[in-house]
């Protein structure tokens, strides 16, 4: 018989009050960096779930942290990307389910002190102590996912030209059948990678960076300013708005 | 078997009520949350009127109530506590200590129905008209040291008469009356080992009904090396000792702490059908490697001799063991795991039970469940 032993487990440190709760590392990554560029991540902490079907389990587990009492907003960001799933259902009633079955999943004695509200609409607050809120990317209405957030905000550009190039002849030279769910994030790399060779911008230790996560420290990045695009306003006042008493 | 369990006043509790309780139930939480104190209570409520557990401020200090040598009287224990206030929840004796449970019938337990039954503790005033009366219990003719004396009276529902309980300058008597009880009922305390005498009368009933084989089996589990055990007449009393392949067989207090724990919580519980078993800090001396199969082992023994299991630990690798050993047995209905926290708001404890669905969302995300 094997014992596991258990690795230091994920944790709601005492001061805590906000929290972010991300599908995964690289959007953890990416909103960390831009909580960091706003100078307010030290007032957030950052949770991933691993996908929107453990999100359940996230939240009972922050319904039945020691912590839980001291959480004053809980920001929910996922990506809008699969309407088919859930009976037809999108990402919002996705998380709304997700909401209500850590709310009916712990136990009856904890019902009537701990529970999370159900947000009704994207980025609006919902409820008092904790508010919840809920984020979709690239945004409320277009399935994506973060990946599609960051190539609107890099826009047209001559290597975007060249990555819809290099699509096509995948599809009519190649006879590649393109997977559309994955193509954003298989594109920002493309993309990427060209940045990479660039000389005009790559460092060294830009050459070892390929995926999005790696990109917000590339020397592109900073030098195209792509924190103060547009595109991410949305997310920004997002995050900002989790600061709200 | 305790199916919810509501403290008032007592110790470090103003009004804690744990719901949900298991066949096996594990208690976490930070220090000072009131782990010990809730098995004491609950220990208290099942009828044990054992005067150590109440009275123990400093388990490291045990010396502080052993029997008083100097009188050889059995019935006094030195309690240098500063009187029954300790007992209460912030020295509050004004307000009496309430004990208060749901249970369902256990087997051939004396109380066959559902019911809610109660337990209080309160110190008798000496304004009180039936005061003198209680002393009267304890025969003490010196009236200078009846002057510092404090009775508490601990009032179950179930017994015929409350046990009085004297404080007289740093000593404690119980008076002597035959009480019933709600479970039987057997407390392993973290910092003492139970004591040799015990083990042996523990080990003389799970011999006599023929469960040596089993016994020896079930040690192998912390210990592989064991081949028998028989009880040894040494310096004129019976002593519970292990065939380890050395030239003589060896007394259990000779094992380490882990050996000697897990064979106290195993013979305690094979004398308990029906009944209750507290453990204080249980993982103790077990090694990571053979924890999961020795909440298999209670498992299986608290299923089979329907033993309500209450445990305290610390230790993560315990918990995950426990997950691991209930979820594999395909039993973990069974196990409830529950931590105290400090309510910030209200400034009590407050209690948070993981069912089988918040223990399984914790371990497998590997979410810090100790608080």
């Known amino acids: ?245 | 078997m305790y199916k919810s369990f509501r403290v008032k006043n007592f110790r470090c509790f103003k009004d804690l009520q744990i719901n949900d309780l298991g066949r096996v139930n594990l208690i976490a939480g930070k220090n000072n949350t009131g782990k010990t104190a809730l098995l004491e209570a609950m220990y208290l409520h099942t009828g044990n009127r054992d005067v150590k557990t109440l009275l123990r401020t400093d388990r490291a200090a045990h010396s502080l109530f052993a029997r008083d040598s100097v009188s050889r009287d059995p019935d006094l224990v030195s309690a240098d506590i500063g009187g029954w206030p300790i007992v209460f929840r912030d020295f509050n004796i004004a307000d009496e200590i309430d004990l208060t449970a749901d249970t369902v019938p256990m087997q051939q337990s004396l109380f066959g129905l559902n019911e809610t039954t109660s337990v209080k503790l309160s110190v008798k005033s000496s304004e009180s008209e039936d005061y003198v009366v209680a002393l009267d219990h304890f025969n003490v003719e010196d009236f200078d040291l009846l002057k510092s004396a404090a009775i508490l009276e601990i009032d179950a529902e179930y017994d015929r008469q409350p046990t009085l309980l004297l404080y007289v300058q740093g000593k404690v008597r119980a008076s002597r009356l035959r009480n019933s009880s709600l479970y039987s009922s057997e407390f392993v305390f973290a910092m003492e080992r139970i004591s040799s005498r015990r083990l042996a009368s523990l080990y003389s009933r799970v011999r006599q009904s023929n469960r040596k084989i089993w016994f020896i089996e079930t040690l192998r589990v912390v210990e592989p090396r064991i081949s028998d055990v028989d009880l040894l007449f040494v310096d004129g009393r019976l002593v519970l000792s292990a065939d380890i392949g050395l030239s003589q067989l060896l007394p259990f207090t000779s094992l380490g702490d882990g050996t000697n724990r897990f064979a106290s919580v195993i013979l305690a519980m094979s004398n308990l059908a029906h009944g209750v078993i507290f453990v204080d800090e249980i993982e103790i001396g077990l090694h990571h490697t053979i924890q999961q199969e020795a909440w298999k082992t209670i498992g299986d023994l608290a299923q089979e001799l329907n033993v309500q299991v209450f445990a305290t630990t610390h230790s993560l690798e315990f918990v995950q063991a426990a997950y691991d050993a209930f979820s594999e047995g395909n039993r973990l209905d069974q196990f409830r795991y529950h931590r105290l926290d400090h309510h910030p708001e209200f400034g009590d404890i407050e209690v948070v039970t993981y069912n089988e669905s918040g223990i399984e969302a914790a371990m497998t995300t590997n979410w810090e469940i100790r608080g």
């Open chain 1, 1 to 245: 018989m094997t014992s596991r032993i258990p690795e230091a487990g994920v944790r709601i440190p005492a001061d805590v009050t906000r929290i972010v709760v991300l599908e995964g590392p690289e959007d953890k990554t990416f909103f960390s960096a831009l909580a960091e560029q706003l100078g307010i991540n030290d007032q957030l902490h950052f949770i991933t779930c691993n996908g929107k079907d453990c999100l359940g389990s996230t939240l009972e587990n922050i319904l039945n942290d020691g912590n839980f009492h001291g959480i004053q907003q809980i920001g929910i960001i996922c990506d809008n990307d699969f309407p088919d799933s859930r009976d037809g259902r999108g990402a919002l009633e996705t998380v709304q389910d997700e909401i209500d079955e850590a709310n009916n999943a712990i136990d009856e004695s904890l019902k009537t002190t701990r529970k999370l509200p159900r947000p009704r609409k994207p980025r609006e607050t919902e409820g008092t102590k904790p508010k919840v809120s809920v984020l979709l990317l690239p945004d409320d209405h277009r399935d994506g996912m973060l990946e599609n957030l960051v190539l609107d905000a890099i826009g047209e550009d001559n290597i975007t030209n060249c990555v819809d190039a290099y699509y096509a002849c995948l599809e009519s030279q190649a006879q590649v059948k393109l997977q559309k769910a994955r193509e954003p994030r298989s594109r920002l790399s493309v993309y990427i990678s060209g940045k990479i060779v660039d000389k005009t911008y790559a460092t060294n230790d830009d050459s070892r960076r390929w995926f999005l996560t790696q990109a917000v420290d590339m020397k592109w990045w900073k030098d195209e300013k792509m924190w103060d695009k547009p595109q991410f306003k949305p997310a920004k006042a997002f995050l900002r708005q989790l600061l709200k008493p």
